[in-house]
């Protein structure tokens, strides 16, 4: 049956100011970045946001159009009728001919009407959507121009930085491996509750790195011997002497 070896506090500590050491380089990499990742998902986001809107006023132009286009028809339809009715009038044989006819006449001009006033309405609020259009095709090309300088000013910064990453993300990977699950769920934890990051600090100047917060000279002499692993009773963080933290 395998052994599972055991570490000393010392080496459990070494692993641990290991991780947060390509961490926290892994961390610079990040800040170089700064909001530009999101900056470009947000404007990759909203550029599809836009051009779906432009794809939806132009399916509703195009649906006026037809409309516009079906109301033309009645009026073709209509005027023919018209021609129809008033060369019958002139047939007529007995007065029910003529009000029916004239009665037809008067639905068909009617329908006209009706018809060019929607057509006019219509145009109206194509004239409308056209200058929505407009704008939303403009503001596409506001935000595909920012996105660009964007994206450039990321894909500089990824190529300098790439090879960098990929290694530093190698380590961090092997590093991780060698540290106790228990105390690599804590330090995660601990990563996530300040903003630098920091889970793995040296004291400095008698002090907290993280915190600044003072530690007593026993506290020191403890942490120096490394025989168990010590927090700061002020911000959690795990302490380590300046010579390790020097020498790892």
């Not at 330090?187 to 915190?211: E, M, S, T, W, Y």
Request: some cysteine; aromatic content about 2%.
């Amino acid at each position: 049956m395998a052994t599972v070896k055991e570490y000393s506090v010392e080496e459990k500590l070494a692993s641990l100011l290991n991780l947060q050491k390509v961490e926290s380089k892994l961390d610079e990499i990040a800040i170089l970045k700064g909001e530009l990742p999101i900056e470009v998902r947000d404007l990759e986001d909203e550029i599809q946001g836009l051009h779906a809107r432009e794809t939806r006023i132009e399916e509703e132009i195009n649906g006026i159009n037809e409309f516009i286009e079906q109301k033309k028809e009645l009026i073709t339809n209509s005027q023919e009728l018209l021609k129809k009715y008033e060369k019958q009038s002139d047939n007529v044989k007995n007065n029910r001919e003529y009000e029916a006819i004239n009665k037809e006449i008067e639905n068909q001009t009617l329908d006209m009407k009706l018809a060019e006033r929607h057509i006019k309405d219509a145009n109206e609020e194509i004239t409308d959507k056209a200058r929505i259009l407009d704008a939303a095709k403009k503001n596409i090309a506001t935000k595909e121009g920012n996105l660009k300088v964007k994206k450039g000013e990321l894909d500089k910064i990824i190529a300098e930085t790439e090879k960098e990453e990929k290694e530093c993300r190698a380590i961090s990977e092997k590093a991780r491996a060698a540290v106790d699950p228990r105390l690599l769920t804590s330090f995660d934890r601990i990563r996530k509750n300040f903003r630098n990051g920091l889970a793995v600090v040296p004291v400095v100047r008698d002090a907290c790195g993280g915190c600044f917060n003072a530690i007593p000279p026993q506290r020191q002499s403890e942490i120096r011997q490394h025989k168990k692993i010590i927090v700061c009773e002020n911000c959690g963080r795990v302490l380590v002497d300046e010579e390790m933290n020097v020498t790892k």
